[in-house]
């Protein structure tokens, strides 16, 4: 029975279901894995405080967000020089994330479950997260304008919300200035200058230019000085109200107001109040730039860069792998040197992406980078414009990386392809290259935008080639903006692969970075997966559509 029932192939079935079965829980739970231990880290936890004395210090305060929990065995214990004092078997301990960086030099301290004397969540405590050093933790005592208390007690708390919406209009207002206007002042006087350079060595540069050009740049700092006189006021308007507060020693504090992003009290949050504020920390932290070495604020640029790059690997490798799997399949003669291709391309795959960020950093970067700088851009020298890593060098690198995937997809769907489609088209007068053109390609396509999905998601996810090509920890300004030529090819960008690399490793706060890894993570899935989705949607739009053509 067993011997026919292998005979039947049904174990060879179900071996392969079993398999796959598996492989789907694998990744289901490694999604929900990082989603639980990403996403949880926007809800607004209560803040705890802590009446603590251990064996060696005085009893004291201790206020924060209780983030982990750990059991250090005995033994284990004992060799770190720890006292259990009611000799169990297990060590409680708990990582408490107590913010004040400034004041502490650390946002999270261990604390022992055998030392702590009680613990409450008071209504009054304030968390106070801000541009610098962190979050804050402790209870509002007073609002100031220009030194004077404006408002105490429980008063003070929705005074300090109304003069923070105020400031962080005023704060709004001053970096749309700075990014928008002074950004585009900055730029025309940069290009003013390489314009005057290139005159210069073309020996053009006269007494009539001279005082153009010296017209144009008086024109420019005209407006700089008033938007910087604008500036100038909102900033001075912003740093009239400050906060008194006071930190778990009881010590008070003076906080600028201009210097806070956001002031909550959760122990005092319903449930809804919590799920709308969870809400408004996520699309804090897709919208809004990154602080403090990327361990605060979002990581938007990252997104947006990593997208960018993905779509501009897309328009070149599409047209190239094409034309090559055409010509593979179509034009050249089958023969010996036409599988030497082949093996050649798929070999190409399996070459690690390192390698092709040597190649793109040697190649496009410093011979053809360089070349284009000194026959384009002598006025730039010695500063590089492309002959520096940036977008287009690395989209060209993913692009020649994930070259060979779109070349064999696109060679199997025209392979797929009947003869006889051929030969009706060319038996109706039509050429080869409308054949091609007009019939093969359009049935082809579905293969095409296989091999693009693949690409796609093979690309998003690198992160050893761009490295060398273009990607930075920070970017100053993102490579599409309002400036001619609103898309600049030559500029770095953020990439949330890279991202990942640079919170989860280079971080100097790693209890900080840990959960932004695991957020990151997901939202680099969620890209793969929605430009993904976008490829499918259309790859089976054609399928639809030339579905007839196969029959």
């Not at 730039?289 to 938007?300: D, L, M, S, V, W």
Request: net charge neutral; aromatic share 10%.
């Amino acid at each position: 029975m067993i011997k026919a029932w292998f005979k039947s192939g049904s174990p060879w079935i179900w071996m392969t279901a079993g398999a796959v079965s598996l492989n789907l829980i694998l990744v289901v739970g490694l999604l929900l894995l990082i989603a639980v231990r990403g996403l949880g880290h926007f809800w607004p936890a209560d803040i705890i405080e802590y009446r603590y004395q251990d064996r060696d210090g005085p009893e004291s305060s201790i206020i924060g967000e209780a983030v982990a929990t750990s059991l250090l065995p005995a033994a284990q214990a004992r060799a770190a020089g720890h006292e259990l004092l009611d000799n169990g078997e297990y060590l409680v301990q708990h990582l408490v994330k107590t913010g004040n960086r400034d004041i502490l030099g650390s946002d999270f301290r261990w604390i022992q479950q055998q030392y702590i004397h009680s613990q409450s969540t008071p209504d009054d405590l304030i968390m106070v997260e801000r541009r610098e050093w962190g979050n804050f933790y402790g209870r509002l005592l007073a609002v100031k304008e220009d030194g004077a208390v404006i408002a105490q007690g429980e008063q003070a708390w929705q005074v300090a919300q109304q003069k923070l919406a105020t400031v962080l209009e005023q704060h709004d207002e001053i970096d749309s200035l700075q990014d928008h206007e002074v950004g585009a002042i900055n730029y025309e006087l940069e290009r003013l200058r390489l314009k005057q350079r290139a005159l210069e060595l073309k020996n053009a540069w006269n007494d009539a230019t001279k005082q153009e050009f010296a017209a144009q740049k008086q024109t420019y700092e005209k407006q700089y000085q008033a938007i910087q006189q604008q500036i100038g006021k909102l900033s001075k308007e912003s740093k009239r109200y400050s906060l008194v507060v006071a930190e778990a020693g009881q010590k008070e504090i003076s906080l600028p107001l201009n210097r806070v992003v956001k002031m909550t009290r959760p122990n005092t949050m319903s449930v809804l109040d919590k799920c709308i504020e969870y809400v408004g920390n996520f699309a804090t932290f897709v919208s809004d730039e990154p602080r403090e070495a990327n361990t605060e604020g979002g990581i938007f640029p990252a997104i947006f860069g990593t997208v960018l790059m993905v779509m501009l690997m897309a328009v070149v490798v599409t047209p190239f792998g094409v034309i090559a799997a055409v010509y593979l399949r179509e034009y050249a003669k089958q023969g010996f040197i036409t599988r030497v291709i082949r093996i050649a391309v798929n070999n190409l795959a399996g070459v690690p992406s390192i390698v092709y960020g040597v190649f793109g950093l040697g190649f496009f970067v410093y011979i053809i980078g360089g070349n284009i700088d000194r026959l384009f851009f002598p006025e730039a020298a010695p500063a590089p414009v492309f002959g520096t890593p940036g977008l287009l060098w690395a989209s060209l690198t993913l692009a020649l990386m994930t070259l060979p995937v779109v070349i064999v997809a696109t060679e199997e769907g025209l392979s797929r392809i009947p003869k006889s489609i051929r030969e009706g088209s060319l038996a109706l007068g039509a050429t080869k290259a409308e054949t091609l053109w007009r019939t093969v390609l359009p049935m082809a396509s579905p293969a095409i935008m296989t091999g693009l999905i693949l690409a796609v998601a093979r690309a998003a996810g690198e992160v050893a080639p761009l490295m060398l090509v273009g990607v930075v920890k920070l970017a100053p300004t993102l490579p599409l903006d309002g400036n001619f030529p609103y898309l600049h090819l030559d500029r770095k960008f953020m990439h949330l692969g890279f991202h990942i690399y640079d919170v989860g490793f280079q971080s100097p706060n790693v209890e900080a970075a840990r959960p932004l890894v695991y957020a990151t993570s997901l939202l680099l899935v969620m890209v793969i997966i929605g430009l993904n989705m976008f490829a499918i949607s259309i790859r089976n739009n054609l399928r639809e559509k030339y579905r007839a053509l196969e029959n």
